[in-house]
């Protein structure tokens, strides 16, 4: 493997080269194992992505495991209170601790299932059995990586030097904050395997030009679906609905921007639900409670976006995680997690069917064009068409993309 990366790395700028501005990316970029191993390297492990919510492990012992193509770290509270990242890798040699998406650790204790060696939940080892008089087992604990929880919202990075998270806390603070995600717990979660690369699904996340054809009941529902230009008049009366009600929300558009410049990159924009709609429901009614600084729904919706991974979706009764899970050239796994406030009751609140039906049908939606997309350009006679006026986001992922790669 380590030869086709390097054979790789040494037709990357020939191919980097190749591509028309403003067009999708040829076609080895989405179908060339060596060139995923180059994305790993040169992209998606130096940047933060979200590992999940906080409420997910609220109790001691409590943990996630978060994989990233073949990395793979355990997310735990400890005894403290603290959050830690720990890699999924024994120091002894090598096997995995923890398997699963979630548990409990038995009294505090992660033991590997081969050899036995057990660490604390700072990454301690605590024990290894029949181990030489030179043994250092203060030598030996788990790895860390670092984490930042920020409105509720676990990030961590494999990087070595991980990028400047500063602006992007600040600007989660100051959005996320007035949703009260902080505040809030995971009502539902569900896990899609799609069936293709991992750049064709954030493409698709970050363009709205499907939406009409592929999304008609997202469509309905969001003014985001039509041409900015269309929509003016509708996006001004949202933003006024907000102010009436004390919203403030900033706008930022830094996608990408800090490619080179150490430091994450962060979006966040606003756009409103056409008239009626308060929520992303079936019936346009707001589900039972209200989160964070919401005394009544403002009609419109916030979309977040840290690093190439992370994406999230405001509402002011609920809130959606998406984290994008690369796995290998041609699988890429997403999970969306759905939030509500953290005092919320079931079955009294919110309805979890109401809560979560528009986007699980996206998202299954979602899973299907990709595919099909993954499909076709896996034909020897593909070529990138160019993007529309509707695909800004896609063309400037591209464009970060292709930078990172080259750098």
Same mark, same amino acid.
């Given at each position: 493997?380590?030869?086709?990366?390097?054979?790789?790395?040494?037709?990357?700028?020939?191919?980097i080269?190749?591509?028309?501005?403003?067009?999708?990316?040829?076609?080895?970029?989405?179908?060339?194992?060596?060139?995923?191993?180059c994305?790993?390297?040169?992209?998606?492990?130096?940047?933060?992505?979200?590992?999940?919510?906080?409420?997910?492990?609220?109790?001691?012992?409590?943990?996630?495991? *978060?994989?990233?193509?073949? !990395?793979?770290?355990?997310?735990?509270?400890?005894?403290?209170?603290?959050?830690?990242?720990?890699?999924? *890798?024994?120091?002894?040699?090598?096997?995995?601790?923890?398997?699963?998406?979630?548990?409990?650790?038995?009294?505090?204790?992660?033991? %590997?299932?081969y050899?036995?060696?057990t660490?604390? &939940?700072?990454?301690?080892?605590?024990?290894?059995?029949?181990?030489? =008089?030179?043994?250092?087992?203060?030598e030996?604990?788990?790895?860390?990586?670092?984490?930042?929880?920020?409105? +509720? /919202?676990?990030?961590?990075?494999?990087?070595?030097?991980?990028?400047?998270?500063?602006?992007? #806390? #600040?600007?989660?603070?100051? @959005?996320? +904050?007035?949703?009260?995600?902080?505040?809030?717990?995971?009502?539902?979660?569900?896990?899609y395997?799609?069936?293709?690369?991992?750049?064709?699904?954030?493409?698709?996340y970050? =363009?709205?030009?499907? %939406?009409?054809?592929?999304?008609?009941?997202?469509?309905?529902?969001?003014v985001?679906?039509?041409? $900015?230009?269309?929509? *003016?008049?509708?996006?001004?009366?949202?933003?006024?609905?907000?102010?009436? /009600?004390?919203?403030?929300?900033?706008?930022?558009?830094?996608?990408? %921007?800090?490619?080179?410049?150490?430091? !994450?990159?962060?979006?966040?924009?606003?756009?409103?639900?056409?008239? +009626?709609?308060?929520?992303?429901?079936?019936?346009?009614?707001? &589900?039972?409670?209200?989160?964070?600084?919401?005394?009544? @729904?403002?009609?419109?919706?916030?979309?977040?976006?840290?690093?190439?991974?992370?994406?999230? &979706?405001?509402?002011?009764?609920?809130?959606?995680i998406?984290?994008?899970?690369?796995?290998?050239?041609?699988?890429?796994?997403?999970?969306? &997690?759905?939030?509500?406030?953290?005092a919320?009751? #079931? +079955?009294t609140?919110?309805?979890?069917?109401?809560?979560?039906?528009?986007?699980?049908?996206? @998202?299954? =939606?979602?899973?299907?064009i *990709?595919?099909m997309?993954?499909?076709?350009?896996?034909?020897?006679?593909?070529? $990138?068409? $160019?993007?529309?006026?509707? #695909?800004?986001?896609?063309?400037?992922?591209?464009?970060?993309?292709?930078?990172?790669?080259? @750098?």
């Amino acid at each position: 493997m380590r030869k086709s990366i390097e054979a790789a790395a040494a037709q990357l700028p020939a191919l980097i080269q190749s591509r028309r501005p403003g067009h999708a990316l040829p076609r080895e970029f989405y179908t060339e194992a060596a060139i995923f191993e180059c994305d790993m390297q040169s992209m998606l492990l130096k940047h933060w992505f979200c590992a999940g919510h906080a409420s997910s492990i609220a109790r001691p012992g409590d943990y996630l495991v *978060v994989d990233l193509g073949e !990395e793979s770290v355990i997310v735990v509270r400890t005894p403290a209170g603290e959050v830690r990242a720990l890699l999924n *890798v024994c120091r002894h040699r090598g096997s995995r601790l923890c398997t699963g998406r979630a548990g409990k650790a038995a009294a505090a204790r992660l033991t %590997c299932p081969y050899h036995a060696w057990t660490y604390d &939940l700072d990454g301690n080892l605590l024990a290894a059995r029949l181990m030489p =008089e030179s043994f250092r087992r203060s030598e030996m604990g788990l790895k860390t990586l670092p984490v930042r929880v920020i409105e +509720g /919202l676990i990030f961590t990075t494999f990087a070595e030097q991980p990028l400047d998270f500063a602006a992007a #806390e #600040e600007t989660l603070t100051r @959005s996320a +904050g007035v949703y009260g995600w902080a505040r809030a717990k995971v009502a539902h979660r569900e896990m899609y395997s799609i069936t293709a690369n991992w750049k064709l699904a954030v493409e698709n996340y970050m =363009e709205c030009y499907h %939406c009409q054809p592929a999304h008609p009941e997202y469509a309905k529902r969001h003014v985001y679906a039509r041409p $900015p230009e269309m929509n *003016v008049e509708v996006e001004r009366a949202g933003r006024r609905r907000a102010e009436i /009600l004390g919203i403030v929300v900033p706008d930022v558009d830094g996608y990408g %921007c800090a490619a080179g410049a150490g430091q !994450e990159s962060i979006s966040i924009f606003r756009s409103a639900l056409y008239e +009626g709609q308060l929520s992303a429901t079936d019936d346009g009614r707001a &589900l039972g409670k209200l989160m964070g600084s919401f005394s009544a @729904s403002d009609g419109n919706s916030t979309y977040f976006d840290i690093g190439p991974l992370s994406d999230f &979706l405001a509402y002011p009764d609920h809130g959606v995680i998406y984290r994008f899970i690369p796995r290998a050239v041609d699988r890429t796994e997403m999970e969306v &997690l759905w939030l509500v406030d953290e005092a919320a009751v #079931e +079955g009294t609140d919110y309805d979890v069917e109401r809560l979560t039906w528009l986007w699980k049908t996206t @998202s299954a =939606e979602d899973k299907k064009i *990709v595919e099909m997309n993954q499909a076709g350009v896996n034909s020897r006679f593909f070529e $990138p068409g $160019p993007y529309s006026l509707q #695909e800004t986001y896609a063309d400037r992922f591209v464009c970060w993309y292709l930078q990172e790669l080259s @750098s």
